[in-house]
């Protein structure tokens, strides 16, 4: 009777792996939640570097992954209703692509979901990690920068670029969270090299004319445009504002500059989704966020357009153009 018994378990044994294999390979497909500030139009390249840097590690969607888009198109007030959204599909993974309020909006639907930031602005000090190297709870990801005082290094690239610079304009988005701590970096930075700052803010594309007239009338020799999913997705229209009132213009992302601005300092946007990638591949594979150490770049590239320098009757130093890690002509 015993061997009668083994038999029939090995016969439903061998039945059965066959079923377990199938299984496995028709369960569930892994489903991620892409959250973004902007619009698909405006910032299809760093989507599609996450789409790259998954399909590198054997992520291919629509056949073993499936991605959930969700657009604020500049409008920060309907991160909430989208984030929630995301949570209700269940989805495995909310990849926060933006800044800040793409990270809040997460954070504030969900303690559960893994959520993976890929341009976060000084994530410890907004209460999203408790560490960089521990993160803890259900965020990690990328950080934008190692230290708000980067803010110093587009200061000292204007002074070097405009003879006898003292006055510099600034723009910022007030809706933009981390504003906050750059605008504060941004004064210890100007008190110490000796210059004054003319702050105007922009909410909403209709302020942009008036930014930089402010800072025109104001004596302003040139301005530094901070970081915003708004000011990206009108970018155009600042660099338009720039070459209209003759100043010469610093940003953070080599896109201003690719579009006409003069200079930018910075991380390359699409490296910073690529590592984004490798986290929800990760966490898909059964690691746990508050395990992942949160990564800050460690590169940054300077890259400047001649032919906007040409415009404006600027003679960039041979000293910056050797330090360029790319010259637009």
């Not at 070097?160 to 969270?177: A, C, K, M, N, Q």
Request: glycine share 8%; net charge positive.
């Amino acid at each position: 009777m015993r061997l009668i018994g083994l038999a029939v378990v090995l016969a439903l044994s061998l039945f059965a792996a066959p079923r377990a294999a199938d299984s496995q390979q028709t369960g569930k497909i892994p489903r991620i939640g892409y959250l973004s500030a902007s619009s698909p139009s405006a910032t299809g390249y760093p989507r599609k570097a996450f789409t790259e840097g998954l399909r590198d590690l054997g992520w291919t969607e629509g056949q073993n992954i499936l991605v959930e888009e969700r657009w604020a198109e500049g409008n920060y007030d309907r991160l909430a209703s989208q984030a929630a959204e995301l949570v209700r599909l269940n989805v495995d993974v909310i990849v926060a692509a933006g800044p800040n309020p793409v990270i809040r909006a997460s954070k504030q639907a969900t303690s559960a979901v893994p959520i993976v930031m890929t341009v976060a602005g000084d994530p410890i000090g907004q209460g999203f990690i408790t560490s960089l190297r521990r993160p803890g709870g259900n965020i990690t990801g990328v950080a934008w920068d190692p230290d708000p005082m980067i803010t110093e290094k587009y200061f000292e690239l204007l002074k070097e670029v405009i003879p006898g610079l003292h006055r510099v304009g600034t723009i910022l988005d007030p809706g933009d969270p981390p504003a906050t701590v750059y605008r504060r970096a941004a004064m210890q930075a100007a008190f110490k090299l000796g210059l004054t700052l003319h702050e105007a803010e922009v909410g909403a594309p209709h302020e942009i004319e008036k930014a930089f007239a402010t800072i025109t009338t104001g004596g302003g020799q040139a301005v530094f445009v901070y970081g915003s999913p708004l000011f990206f997705l009108h970018r155009g229209r600042f660099i338009a504002m720039a070459a209209k009132y003759k100043l010469p213009d610093i940003h953070i992302t080599r896109e201003f500059v690719e579009a006409g601005a003069l200079m930018c300092y910075g991380v390359r946007i699409r490296d910073l989704y690529r590592r984004a990638a490798a986290y929800v591949d990760k966490i898909l594979k059964g690691a746990k966020p508050a395990d992942l150490p949160v990564e800050q770049p460690t590169t940054f590239e300077l890259v400047i357009n001649l032919k906007t320098a040409k415009a404006l009757r600027l003679t960039i130093p041979q000293t910056i153009l050797l330090r360029a890690d790319q010259i637009i002509e």
